[in-house]
């Protein structure tokens, strides 16, 4: 079979704007994480889930978020394997929030008195007189254990420094003697932390040198210590996804491979459904200013007689577009996409909402002027107000409209009255109030215009990336630009696997759809 690189362009258009696995990004000195792979995917995910286990028992420190590669696998045949334990961790993070509503919440506040006592605790016992370091003992033993699992294998020498600066046996006696330094010791525990930590956390290892009370000081040594193995599991968790993505890539194509084996006719939907997208791309549109059949507006200078030039990655991008406007009564869905059906019905929704939002905006825009559109508070709060609005009247829009419509008007008035402008007139109000009502309906004009450019823009993320596709945004859109970021990863993610997963069948299909002079002189073109 031939190899999915040598018809259509499988890569992703967003790699190059998400960073690669960045030991200085993810937490971890560069030398010190170089060659490290474990041999066993389980084993790691195993060592990874205990690791952050324990991360999650240390209540100093707050996580802080970390959006990993999107990775998919089969839903029945992976459940047991390797894949589905590691998949809660391929996930995005909990978000702050989330965090500080737990600390904030009644479980959390007694957490925090626990802690608050057991240092309160420690103090007691270091004043002392003679002092007792029967829990400094324990604290150190532990901070010994969290240095050592930072270590890579091959760091023989410095494990065997911090074995023997760190022994308990050891310090156990000089403590029955009474001469255990722990402020010497939290300052050699300090310089291990600026050989394992990365770069980004040495402004807060220097935080803590200024620290003179030796109490404070342990615990800062754990908040920064439960950050850099935070730093870790995030760090495995990135380098372990190449190898992962790709074995479950192998393993979605050989199972759907298997269900073809048996039933020849599994591409048939599939097969229609990139005929429509060549259709689609082959009919010029009618006009100059109308959109070919995807919805999606002709890019400009363009002759609307001239259709676009046929070639597998085009036409492919224009059958995922397609998807976002798939009639939920065709039960004709292509088979590769099935698995993926869920996630493109929400991506719909949110192209939708995101379309009625970018609408408002432009009508309140009309009416308000620049100077007030100028203020991003007053955008941020036309904003939130249509998506409380639309999120309260799901799904149907008319009666959010119905609501916002009001809500918008009294905002722009009185706005306008407090920048000492002249307020809306009666006359302009009820207009007003009446264009954002009439957004409701799927063929009013402001609507439609921005879901062609909402459609131009996905498929300028298909084929150049996210990031060039938003310095040429579409006018009408840079209100909704951090929106449309996220709606056009979330794309690229999708339809990135399903190319990787699917492609070679994908070819095959191409290969009788496009013409064979066409193609070469789409390609010659490219190159």
């Not at 890539?249 to 939907?269: S, V």
């Not at 309260?392 to 916002?404: D, H, M, V």
């Not at 990863?489 to 070679?504: D, E, R, W």
Request: hydrophobic share 35%.
């Amino acid at each position: 079979m031939q190899n999915v690189e040598d018809g259509v362009a499988v890569q992703d258009p967003g790699a190059g704007e998400s960073s690669p696995c960045d030991p200085k990004a993810a937490g971890m000195a560069p030398e010190d994480r170089s060659g490290d792979q474990s041999p066993a995917v389980t084993e790691t995910v195993n060592d990874v889930s205990k690791l952050s286990s324990e991360i999650g028992m240390n209540h100093d420190f707050h996580t802080e978020d970390a959006i990993f590669p999107p990775n998919r696998a089969s839903e029945e045949g992976v459940k047991g394997s390797a894949l589905s334990k590691l998949r809660p961790f391929l996930k995005k993070s909990r978000k702050k929030e989330e965090l500080k509503l737990c600390n904030s919440c009644p479980e959390g506040k007694v957490k925090e008195a626990l802690h608050n006592d057991f240092w309160d605790h420690l103090k007691e016992q270091l004043s002392a007189t003679p002092p007792d370091f029967s829990c400094a003992l324990e604290l150190l033993n532990d901070i010994k254990e969290i240095l050592l699992s930072l270590l890579l294998p091959r760091q023989n020498r410095l494990r065997s420094e911090i074995e023997a600066a760190l022994d308990a046996d050891l310090l156990k006696q000089e403590a029955g003697r009474g001469a255990l330094d722990v402020s010497s010791l939290s300052k050699y525990i300090l310089n291990t932390m600026t050989l394992l930590c990365a770069p980004v956390r040495d402004e807060a290892v220097q935080t803590l040198e200024d620290i003179a009370d030796p109490v404070g000081l342990l615990r800062g040594i754990f908040q920064v210590l439960g950050l850099m193995k935070m730093d870790m599991v995030h760090y495995t968790i990135q380098s372990l996804q190449p190898p992962l993505q790709e074995h479950s890539i192998q393993y979605e194509r050989a199972e759907f491979q298997e269900q073809l084996d048996q039933q020849p006719n599994l591409l048939d939907c599939t097969t229609k459904w990139l005929a429509q997208a060549a259709a689609d791309l082959s009919t010029p549109p009618a006009s100059p200013d109308s959109a070919d059949s995807s919805g999606v507006a002709s890019p400009p200078g363009e002759a609307a007689s001239s259709p676009e030039p046929l070639s597998p990655s085009v036409v492919l991008s224009q059958g995922f577009l397609n998807l976002l406007l798939w009639d939920p009564e065709n039960e004709e869905f292509p088979e590769t996409l099935e698995m993926d059906r869920t996630r493109l019905e929400e991506l719909e929704a949110q192209l939708q909402r995101l379309t009625i939002l970018a609408s408002v905006l432009l009508v309140a825009s009309s009416f308000s002027g620049s100077v007030l559109c100028g203020s991003p508070q007053f955008v941020d709060k036309i904003k939130r107000l249509t998506k409380a609005l639309m999120e309260k009247f799901n799904p149907g829009p008319e009666n959010a409209l119905q609501t916002l419509s009001e809500q918008v008007s009294q905002e722009i008035h009185q706005s306008l009255r407090n920048m000492g402008l002249t307020a809306l007139s009666s006359e302009n109000t009820a207009s007003l109030i009446e264009q954002l009502q009439s957004i409701a309906k799927k063929e009013n004009c402001v609507r439609s215009v921005v879901d062609q450019r909402m459609r131009l823009f996905l498929k300028s993320c298909l084929l150049l990336g996210v990031q060039r596709a938003l310095l040429d945004l579409p006018g009408g859109l840079t209100f909704i630009e951090p929106e449309l970021a996220e709606l056009g990863q979330n794309f690229i993610s999708l339809t990135h696997h399903n190319q990787q997963v699917f492609g070679p069948y994908y070819t095959e299909i191409l290969k009788t759809l496009i013409p064979e002079d066409q193609a070469l002189k789409t390609k010659e073109e490219a190159l």
